[in-house]
């Protein structure tokens, strides 16, 4: 501002309402130095608004990718879940999600794509439940080995806490990956429920393994959830993000 240039702010953490409560006397201020607010989800936008910010809603970025023959089936379903191994993602609820699928589909199989410092306890939970040689760490991998995983698996499990605008549920979309996730934070602002994905509860194991084996069951079902999703997934395409960020930056959009 003091060398008269335009000042866009970008804002992404799910953890906004916590931090905002903790902070808001010293950040606020700040925040509206800026001349516009990007901000990726109607869920920041209203917790902005809260405290008398205006916010510019521009959807992260993903990769269209072209549809994949899937290969499994029901009886062999492929899950996948994609976050750090942070508490904030809860991968012991999609351990234990995966365990009361595998109660009733012997032949599913759970990849967990991530790392972080809860790896050796979630291993050990893993080996508790039973599951630990149907469940693979995969650790650290990059965006093009995600998203030629999710080509490989049936279901994606997003188990977070605490979120805004998941990269990995938008990116299921885009591949054609079935979701089933907690209903939490902005994720009802991306997810229908029973339009273009399953929602259930925070931290319910039992609600998440019935989603998931709804898909399994429902073919059709499946199939119309998919379809949904991957149009839905044409909104965070470049063709659609790159006008409103150049609007923005130019000063042109509402701030």
């Known amino acids: 501002r003091l060398l008269a240039r335009r000042v866009v702010g970008h804002y992404h953490g799910g953890a906004a309402p916590e931090f905002l409560a903790r902070s808001a006397r010293i950040v606020v201020p700040l925040l509206r130095l800026a001349q516009a607010i990007i901000v ?5 936008a209203r917790v902005f608004r809260r405290y008398g910010l205006s916010t510019v809603e521009i959807a992260n970025l993903v990769t269209i990718a072209a549809p994949v023959q899937r290969t499994g089936s029901a009886a062999t379903p492929r899950l996948l879940t994609a976050r750090n191994l942070t508490p904030v993602y809860n991968i012991a609820c999609a351990l234990r999600t995966f365990a009361r699928v595998r109660a009733r ?5 759970l990849t967990v794509a991530g790392d972080g410092p809860e790896r050796a306890q979630l291993e050990r939970l893993a080996a508790t439940l039973g599951v630990a040689g149907q469940v693979r760490f995969a650790g650290s991998i990059g965006n093009d080995q995600l998203r030629a995983l999710m080509g490989e698996c049936d279901v994606l499990l997003n188990t977070s ?9 938008m990116e299921a979309f885009a591949s054609g990956l079935a979701v089933v996730s907690t209903n ?4 009802p602002d991306l997810v229908t429920d029973g339009v273009d994905g399953l929602l259930a509860a925070d931290d319910d194991d039992a609600a998440l393994a019935t989603a998931i084996l709804r898909l399994l069951e429902d073919e059709e079902l499946r199939k119309r959830l998919v379809a949904n999703a991957r149009q839905h997934a044409l909104q965070f395409s470049w063709p659609r993000i790159y006008p409103a960020l ?3 930056y130019g000063g042109l959009a509402p701030t």
């Open 246 to 248: 150049a609007l923005t």
């Open 40 to 44: 990726p989800s109607p869920f920041l």
């Open 184 to 187: 939490v934070g902005g994720i």
């Open 161 to 169: 806490r605490t979120d805004n605008q998941p990269v990995s549920i």
């Open 105 to 109: 589909v012997p032949g599913a199989e």
